[in-house]
């Protein structure tokens, strides 16, 4: 049982905002600790979109934003494109567990 | 530029033991906590253990605990994780990534296979 709750799937049209919903818990996002999201895409080692809740990496298009409040954090990617098809994880620190804490995965879909 | 280069995976009977490695360039290696995370074919990401930049601290998944054994070298710029007592349910992709002081994971390995089976 992750400590971090994703959707298994979203979908959104080419140039559609779409969002990512991550839901922790009082021990990992509740506790304050910082929400971190990656892209993987088939056959490849994720790669960091955002840190820090909402910071984006050089090099990312600022079309991926996330936010944190409370137990609950999301990614949203806006002006969608192909090339975001992929599988998203969003990442924390979890006392109860203590250590590293990946939610389940959301594969989103470019229709 | 930093690159992160797996080693030593392979197939491995129920039971057997398998070190991995990971080769670190292009960052001051003894400066950072390390980590392995794996994925199990068809699954999500799962944190394995973590190892803090002198070896002071070592912390690992409830699902490893006691049968793998993170350690690094320095000197060598590189990471280890030993796996011992390996079980079907290891079978993964095993990356090791370093680590930021926020805990999260800029710079990833390409991965390495693990097979455990009979």
């Known amino acids: 049982q992750s400590g971090l709750t994703q959707p298994p799937s979203v979908s959104g049209t080419p140039g559609q905002r779409v969002t990512i919903p991550c839901t922790g818990t009082?021990?990992?996002?509740?506790?304050?600790?910082?929400v971190h999201w990656y892209q993987q895409h088939p056959g490849t080692a994720p790669k960091l979109v955002i840190f820090?809740?909402?910071i984006r990496p050089s090099g990312v298009p600022d079309r991926f934003s996330g936010s944190r409040s409370g137990t609950s954090a999301s990614l949203a990617i806006t002006g969608l494109q192909p090339e975001d098809e992929a599988d998203y994880y969003c990442?924390?620190?979890?006392?109860?567990?203590?250590?590293?804490?990946f939610g389940g995965g959301t594969k989103l879909t470019v229709l | 530029e930093v690159q992160l280069v797996e080693s030593g995976g392979g197939l491995v009977k129920p039971g057997g033991s398998l070190r991995l490695s990971c080769a670190a360039s292009?960052?001051?290696?003894?400066?950072?906590?390390m980590t392995w995370v794996r994925q199990a074919p068809g699954k999500g990401l799962e944190w394995v253990s973590s190892l803090t930049a002198s070896s002071s601290y070592k912390y690992y998944a409830d699902s490893v605990k006691g049968r793998f054994t993170i350690s690094r070298d320095n000197a060598k710029n590189s990471l280890y994780l030993q796996m011992d007592n390996l079980r079907a349910e290891d079978t993964a992709v095993y990356y090791c990534?370093?680590?930021?002081?926020?805990?999260?994971?800029?710079?990833w390995g390409q991965g390495i296979l693990v097979t455990v089976s009979a």
């Open positions: 990534a370093k680590v930021s002081a926020q805990k999260y994971f800029q710079h």
């Open positions: 990442q924390s620190y979890d006392t109860s567990l203590s250590g590293v804490v």
């Open positions: 292009g960052f001051t290696f003894s400066s950072y906590s």
């Open positions: 009082t021990s990992n996002l509740g506790a304050g600790f910082d």
């Open positions: 820090s809740n909402n």
